[in-house]
């Protein structure tokens, strides 16, 4: 699935654009991009929602969202974890 960093503008969010294989992939980059300025989280902590269509990039969008943290940023479709298994509305498998 492909991730990209909640930004003011479209064209500065899609510049951050990374491809992550399953959920533990997008927890382990998000909790090493925060743990540099001391935030940390765990997975029950990250909530990956469907948000809406995004036709100028072509995107089911999902929201990502981390609690204490707030909006982390935009996947084109939903956290599925290394088992396969897709993740509830509630971040849970």
Known sequence: ???????GHLVDSMKTVVEVDDRPALVSLLQNQLGQFGFSFNDA???VKPYA?????D???YIVTIK????AGFTDGPAVSDSGGQTNEIGLK
Do not use: A
């Open 68 to 71: 204490g943290y707030g909006v």
């Open 59 to 61: 995107w089911d969008t």
């Open 53 to 57: 269509y995004d036709n100028r990039i």
């Open 45 to 47: 902590d990250l909530l």
């Open 1 to 7: 699935m492909k991730f990209r960093e909640h930004r």
